[in-house]
């Protein structure tokens, strides 16, 4: 490891129960599992030194063993994703005896992620010390996904500090006034420290209003660095959406790297 360089996680919080799309981590596309793009694609990323996929649902672990990737097991018991990766960091710590300074969390329904958009997340967290985490975040270019309950909506400052998450179109746009509209893309990182601090908050109210995990950060008071991504990326929450996927992915320069 180079000197000074943080030790950093990827973990993939998966689980085959979803309202909107049941199974989803192993939905095909081009012939590899949903959970298989994911993971082999955070692998790529050369700023990662391990990638796990935290689940307790046989079919993902029977998979990503079949492949020779990494996986730990956790219980449902903690409905958010923040929560459960958290635990499983705790659990993979133990088993290896490594200890991790960042940890980023890729969530399973991104099968077009790339190693730039993890690399943006991660650089404000080695460029400023004090941040405590950084999400990143993209243009949001139709109606459709302006106003879809399944993209996750955010509102930051001037500075690019986040202000509030939301399944609702924010900000509105009532008063015909235009503003910047942006998604969170399902790539968020945080240090280690604060990991452990996330995972002793209770839930607060926002957070369960909305069903965004990351509003109990802010409603304690916390700053979380917005980082833009210029990159095109859909996220996977209705077979809808993965149709979308399955055909904008067939042209996808990354495939090559991983899909033999």
Same mark, same amino acid.
């Given at each position: 490891?180079?000197?000074?360089?943080?030790?950093?996680? *990827?973990?993939?919080? $998966?689980? !085959?129960?979803?309202?909107?799309?049941?199974?989803? #981590? =192993?939905?095909?596309? %081009?012939?590899? #599992?949903?959970?298989?793009?994911?993971?082999? @694609?955070?692998?790529?990323?050369?700023?990662?030194?391990?990638?796990?996929? *935290?689940?307790?649902?046989? &079919?993902?672990?029977?998979?990503?063993?079949?492949?020779?990737?990494?996986?730990?097991?956790?219980?449902?018991?903690?409905?958010?994703?923040?929560?459960?990766?958290?635990?499983?960091?705790?659990?993979?710590?133990?088993?290896?005896?490594?200890?991790?300074?960042?940890?980023?969390?890729?969530?399973?329904?991104? &099968?077009?992620?790339?190693?730039? !958009?993890?690399?943006?997340?991660?650089?404000?967290?080695?460029?400023? &010390?004090? %941040?405590?985490?950084?999400?990143? /975040?993209?243009?949001?270019?139709?109606?459709?996904?302006?106003?879809?309950?399944?993209?996750?909506?955010?509102?930051?400052?001037? +500075?690019?500090? $986040? =202000?509030?998450?939301? @399944?609702?179109?924010?900000?509105?746009?009532?008063?015909?006034?235009?503003?910047?509209?942006?998604?969170?893309?399902?790539?968020?990182? =945080?240090? @280690?420290?604060?990991?452990? +601090?996330?995972?002793?908050?209770?839930?607060?109210?926002?957070?369960?209003?909305?069903?965004?995990?990351?509003?109990?950060?802010?409603?304690?008071?916390?700053?979380? *660095?917005?980082? %833009?991504?210029?990159?095109?990326?859909?996220?996977?929450?209705?077979?809808?959406? %993965? $149709? !979308?996927?399955?055909?904008? =992915?067939?042209?996808?320069?990354?495939?090559?790297?991983? /899909?033999?």
């Amino acid at each position: 490891m180079e000197a000074n360089k943080p030790n950093i996680i *990827a973990v993939i919080p $998966a689980k !085959m129960s979803s309202k909107n799309f049941p199974g989803k #981590p =192993m939905a095909d596309i %081009l012939g590899m #599992p949903m959970i298989g793009h994911v993971y082999n @694609r955070v692998e790529i990323c050369n700023d990662i030194d391990d990638v796990y996929v *935290a689940t307790s649902d046989r &079919p993902i672990i029977d998979y990503i063993s079949k492949i020779g990737g990494q996986y730990i097991e956790i219980p449902e018991s903690k409905i958010s994703a923040t929560d459960r990766v958290a635990e499983a960091v705790t659990k993979i710590e133990e088993k290896t005896h490594k200890k991790y300074d960042l940890v980023i969390i890729v969530q399973p329904d991104e &099968p077009m992620v790339t190693s730039d !958009m993890i690399g943006r997340a991660i650089s404000p967290m080695i460029l400023n &010390p004090k %941040l405590k985490l950084t999400c990143l /975040m993209a243009e949001i270019t139709s109606d459709e996904i302006f106003n879809d309950r399944n993209e996750i909506k955010v509102v930051a400052d001037s +500075q690019n500090n $986040a =202000m509030y998450f939301s @399944r609702e179109p924010i900000p509105s746009a009532s008063r015909g006034m235009s503003f910047p509209r942006m998604k969170l893309v399902g790539i968020d990182v =945080m240090r @280690r420290k604060f990991l452990q +601090q996330f995972n002793l908050m209770i839930n607060t109210p926002l957070e369960v209003a909305e069903g965004i995990d990351l509003n109990r950060i802010l409603e304690n008071g916390i700053k979380i *660095a917005m980082t %833009l991504t210029d990159q095109v990326t859909y996220s996977v929450g209705t077979p809808k959406d %993965l $149709a !979308m996927v399955q055909e904008l =992915m067939k042209d996808d320069y990354m495939i090559r790297k991983y /899909m033999k």
